[in-house]
């Protein structure tokens, strides 16, 4: 009996150490399998992923902002021209007016009819006056037109004024993009650089990361404009990411597509949300050669299929255009230009 209320509490310290070793047995493995460094590194690949997409988003606003001031420099220099012949056509009409004028005045100085009995030759006279009256409604008809003409500058001149106050806005807006786009990239670069050797080769590999059985080898271009755009993207290989660039000596992601696309003679939009509806758009498991692949519910990123699995793109600063899986991030559309 005291043998057996002996062995009661020691079961019972058995099992409670038992337990206290079995916790911090799991506590121990947990530590062992993920070591005290590996969040916070993780934490900053994640942040320096969250940086550059949201970079590349800036980017894409900011080659949206620069694409829309180019129009309207375009469009101003156009109405600035248009508002010159204009002026010109007026100081012409009123120079013709001020001539009739002048005329008129100098052959009212009379009375009509005692003009005519002092006349030498009243049909010289009648002659005349028929003409003068005729110039009267040439004059009248000339009036009319400044008046119109003048009505027609003045409109232009205010659309002008309204042309160059969206061209500030927009020079504002691409200022305002373009610093966002440095703070990231700079706040990416300094994450970067603060993490191990190994860690930076590692979050490289993870960016070029994806599936390449999405799809088949790809066959041919679709058309003649797509091979001559895939040779132009191959001899890009090697060129550096240069944010807002397209080409020849630096590009970002949609200033590679679109270069590309140019030396084939297509004009292709600067952003790549624009250059989803290019073309055509076709399942991904239909891609050709030269075909548009568009990354991210907004579009922010694009590259161009190359067959095998794989896209040609601009990455992002400090890796150069290269090949990569097609299936490196979500893939959102693919356009056939």
Request: hydrophobic fraction near 40%; glycine fraction near 10%.
């Amino acid at each position: 009996m005291g043998s057996h209320r002996r062995t009661a509490p020691s079961s019972a310290s058995e099992r409670s150490t038992a337990l206290a070793l079995g916790l911090l047995s799991a506590a121990a493995t947990a530590l062992g399998a993920v070591p005290a460094t590996a969040a916070p590194q993780e934490d900053s690949r994640a942040e320096v992923d969250r940086l550059y997409r949201e970079a590349e988003k800036a980017t894409e606003a900011y080659n949206a902002a620069d694409e829309r001031a180019d129009a309207l420099r375009r469009e101003i220099a156009d109405a600035q021209d248009a508002i010159a012949r204009k002026q010109q056509r007026v100081n012409t009409m009123r120079e013709t007016l001020g001539s009739l004028a002048g005329s008129q005045y100098r052959s009212g100085g009379l009375d009509p009819a005692l003009s005519l009995l002092l006349s030498e030759d009243p049909e010289d006279y009648l002659r005349k006056a028929s003409v003068l009256d005729r110039l009267g409604v040439h004059q009248t008809a000339e009036l009319r037109k400044l008046r119109g003409t003048l009505r027609s500058l003045s409109q232009d001149r205010a659309e002008a004024g309204k042309r160059l106050g969206a061209l500030e806005r927009s020079r504002k807006a691409a200022a305002t993009h373009k610093r966002t786009v440095e703070h990231k990239l700079a706040e990416a670069r300094r994450l970067l650089g603060s993490l191990p050797a190994g860690e930076r080769a590692a979050w490289d590999r993870a960016s070029r990361s994806g599936r390449t059985d999405l799809l088949g080898p790809g066959g041919a271009p679709a058309s003649g404009r797509a091979a001559a755009a895939v040779a132009a993207a191959r001899s890009a290989l090697g060129k550096p990411y240069v944010w807002g660039a397209n080409g020849p000596s630096g590009f970002d992601c949609s200033g590679l597509t679109q270069w590309a696309y140019a030396q084939a003679g297509v004009a292709l939009p600067r952003t790549s949300q624009a250059q989803r509806y290019a073309g055509r758009q076709v399942p991904l498991s239909e891609a050709r050669p030269g075909d548009l692949v568009l990354y991210r519910s907004d579009a922010s990123h694009v590259g161009m299929y190359m067959g095998n699995g794989q896209v040609i793109h601009a990455p992002y600063p400090g890796a150069p255009v290269r090949y990569d899986p097609v299936g490196m991030m979500p893939v959102s559309s693919v356009t056939r230009v």
